[in-house]
Nanobody, 123 residues
Framework: QVQLVESGGGLVQAGGSLRLSCAAS????????VGWFRQAPGKEREFVAG???????DYADSVRGRFTISRDNAKNTMYLEMSSLKSEDTAVYYC?????????????????WGQGTQVTVSS
């Protein structure tokens, strides 16, 4: 079992920045690929970014160049640095962990989820 807890959400103006954190506990953090998903009101949950055990990353086209995912294996923590935020980035952001050996954009490939943190971008 892996327990994931997100933090760092909040209200920010368009063009601003925000940093999300995801703290993991339970099984060895480095055993998992971890990623961020988000769900806006009335929309399906979508992949945002993922990072492998050794730091390789992948991003959704909508956030590439604006968001940066990273992880600190010593602290069992993952981060999402978000900049140049837009109103369409407003959503609940979830961190998730996958036992697969590659980054997947499919929700069903992630077996562990946090409870989410709200990010609201005002225009």
């Amino acid at each position: 079992q892996v327990q994931l807890v997100e933090s760092g959400g909040g209200l920010v103006q368009a063009g601003g920045s925000l940093r999300l954190s995801c703290a993991a506990s339970g099984r060895t953090f480095t055993n998992y690929i971890v990623g961020w998903f988000r769900q806006a009101p009335g929309k399906e949950r979508e992949f945002v970014a993922g990072i492998t055990r050794d730091g390789r990353t992948d991003y959704a086209d909508s956030v590439r160049g604006r968001f940066t995912i990273s992880r600190d294996n010593a602290k069992n923590t993952m981060y999402l640095e978000m900049s140049s935020l837009k109103s369409e980035d407003t959503a609940v952001y979830y961190c998730a962990a996958s036992a697969l050996p590659y980054i997947s954009a499919r929700m069903t490939n992630y077996g562990y989820w946090g409870q989410g943190t709200q990010v609201t971008v005002s225009s």
